[in-house]
């Protein structure tokens, strides 16, 4: 890995309050029972999280697998349905709106797949695939849109001329930088990184962390970064939360929670990673 980023404020709220807040939310998931047969069996995915994000900042959600990570970010896009809770972007209810503002919150709130591979449509062109949420929002027309595509591609990593192929011509790491350029093209303002480097050499998760990192500082951008390497979010993020078995066991500032944590799942996830830092001052 690279050198650590500076800790910016780790307070998550702006004198406007946090970007986004979630309070209490539930999702459970069912099976068993009625025309099935069977017990019936209630899985609680998520089962009470709270936490805010502020504007420029990261919360890393880390936690072993099944510990309900993945559920949280997509539940805050609305991607599968929370049981209960609440969940405000700038003051709207993300849970309940309706779809005019739904429409406005798709392109606030976007997401990076862990799977390069599988997010990338295999039967589109890369131009394809960059412009389809420019034009799905109105963002841009004709010409202007081979030129956004030109420019996400170089802001990204990726040469001009890649639009014209297509995602199998390209290696993991490619492919990632490519989902982020489509994520980057309406100009979001909070990005759900699920796992975004667990599927790449570890060579190339430092590239792709220090593309993540640069971009926040460009665009201000605000992340939920999901992961299950301790590692990697001792890079990424300032402020941490451990998930286990659906809950948020421990949540801190990153030195905190690295240095000083106080939970027993804590310290056992923290044990099982090579120790060969210190402190970030």
Known sequence: MTSQP???????SSAQGPLLSVRDLHVHFHSGGGLLGGPARTVKAVDGVSFDIGTGQTLGVVGESGSGKTT?????????????????????????????ALRKLRQ???????????????????RQIIAEPLEVHGLAKGNDIDSLVGELLER????????????HEFSGGQKQRIGIARALAVKPKFI???????????SIQSQIIN???DLQEEF?????????????VRHMCERIAVMYKGKMVEEGERDQILYDPQHEYTKRLLSSVPRTDRAVS
């Open 72 to 100: 949280i970010g997509r539940a805050l896009l609305r991607l599968i349905p929370a049981t209960s809770g609440s969940v405000s972007y700038q003051g709207t209810d993300v849970l309940s709106a309706g779809p005019g």
């Open 211 to 213: 593309l993540l990192r």
């Open 192 to 202: 759900v990184c699920d796992e975004p480097t667990s599927a790449l050499d570890v």
């Open 108 to 126: 606030d709130m976007q997401i990076i797949f862990q799977d390069p591979s599988g997010s990338l449509n295999p039967r589109m062109r890369i």
């Open 220 to 232: 201000e951008l605000s992340y939920l970064f999901i992961s299950h390497d301790m590692a990697v």
């Open 6 to 12: 500076t800790p910016k404020d780790s307070t998550p």
């Open 156 to 167: 990204c990593g990726m040469p001009r001329s890649a639009a014209d192929r297509y995602p």
